[in-house]
């Protein structure tokens, strides 16, 4: 552990700003676009779940049309 | 297919076609020189009219002044073609498309790039070159502007098809128009210091031989997606 | 030879490769990231000129990287969708572009919060930042060329042709630029040489590459995964694998 104490490792050597200003915009870029790509996923599959729904439904109402 | 056609004369006849409609119109070769004249005269007012400082920019200033009044013309490089469905024509001819999309990305460069080269000693004197820079300027144009006119019809080609290609297509094409504008720039300058500028415009030279051979091919599938 | 790729060709069994893959890369993400983070934050050594601040190395200089193998494997994928006509190589472009564009974006912002400390500005117009700048650039182009189209048969297509343009332009931008800058105003930044460095730091900077690679690869699956859906959603496969729940 190169670092004394929390606040010393947080100070980064007087550089603290800079280190973790690029490794908070660093995660912040990974994390939205790991989850929004995640989003698009589930969004998509739901999209597609709904789409076979209307599908049913639609089937069902033409089959009680010919009943 | 009987070889009536020949090569050269599918060439002639689509450039011709290009300009002749050009000059019928003439605001298309107007309007990019006025553009140019208008971002020359832009910038001794916004910087101050210092001759010394104007020298040392002018390079610069001309060279960007080049690529916008380039781009204002490429829009409606294939657009009008693809409206009145000429260019499927083009594409269902038996004629290679590279051929037709070389005559008119020339066509294009006879209509902005040339007026361009020929004004440019009136340009430099604006900016108060002096006449070793001038002969670069007119020289980095002359191998320049053609090279833009290739790039840009790539980007021109990928955004025929697009409602609003225009602002889409400068955001593509002003990247791949760096290197140019570096070593014309460059060359302009070290010719304003009396020194050799052949190197910067070997390598213009060498990106625009590159450009004739690859950039037909880019094209022409490019303008195969639009169409399609 | 490419009989055991040909199969890959179609959707459903790249999306089924998708998922073996993904629990590897994403292992190799985790465990890197967490201990390259850890190591480089906390355990490697000060550097004795730059003090603490040559920290950001260990995610500028992977960013950095990936964003240029990122690159390189979306104009592959190009070359691949155009010449073979192959349509999971046009998903695969357009998949990679965003996860590229994303570490060109942090290699630019580290850079400049690296170059803040060390050489008093925010950005400087050196040779490497410009190139990075430009091939930012470069990945906004497909991305929004892909996204002006309609038709995304055609959109793909185009982001192909525009990638593998852009990957012609590339080595001689990236020339040009660093002969501008050295004409301009001669080198700023010391070469960083890998073999000069020792390897208590060696060792994390390597961790942290390995890391962001994993990392590009998951999200590059994921977005595969999507654009693969998304493509095929009328197909009865991707209904019964929806109506699975998965």
Known sequence: MQFESLNEFLAMGGYG??????????????????????RDGSKLRHEVRAQMKREERIKKAKQQEQV | MTAQHSYWQLFTSVYSKDVTLAFRQRSEIVNPLLFFLIVITLFPLAIGPEPALLKRIAPGIIWVAALLSTMLGLDKLFRDDYNDGSLEQLIASPYPLSLSVLAKVF?????????MVLMAPMFALLMNLDSQALGATVLTLLIGTPLLSFIGAIGAAL???????GILMSLLVLPLYIPVLIFATSAIDTSSMSLAYGGQLAILGAMLAVACVCAPI??????KVSVS | ???WLHPYAKAERAYQLCNTLMPYFAVVTVVCLVVGWVWGLAYA???????????????????????????????????????????????????IAPVGAAMTAIALITGAAWGKPMWGAWWVWDARLTSELIL???????????????????AGRAACILAVVGVINLPI??????????????????????????????????????????????VTLIRLKNEILQCERHRPWVRELVGRGE
């Open chain 1, 17 to 38: 700003f800079y280190v973790w200003l690029s490794f908070g915009s660093c995660a912040a870029i990974l994390l939205a676009l790991f989850f929004s790509s995640l």
């Open chain 2, 107 to 115: 066509a294009h460069w006879t209509i902005t790039g040339l007026p």
């Open chain 2, 159 to 165: 955004t025929v098809g697009l409602q609003k290609g």
């Open chain 2, 218 to 223: 880019a094209i022409s599938s490019a303008l």
């Open chain 3, 1 to 3: 030879m490419w009989k």
């Open chain 3, 45 to 95: 050594p000060a550097d004795y000129q730059q003090k603490d601040s040559y920290r950001i190395i260990f995610i500028h200089v992977p960013s950095a990287i990936l964003s240029m193998g990122a690159y390189s494997s979306m104009a592959i994928a190009a070359v691949i969708a155009l010449v073979w006509q192959i349509r999971n190589a046009e998903l695969a472009v357009i998949a």
């Open chain 3, 136 to 154: 930012l650039f470069l990945y906004l182009g497909v991305l929004s060329l892909y996204h002006a189209f309609e038709d995304k048969k055609s």
């Open chain 3, 173 to 218: 931008i990236h020339f040009s630029v660093e002969w501008w800058n050295t004409l301009h105003q001669g080198a700023t930044i010391t070469k960083f040489d890998t073999s000069a460095i020792d390897s208590s730091m060696l060792w994390p900077l390597l961790i942290n590459i390995a890391a962001f690679a994993g990392f590009v690869g998951v």
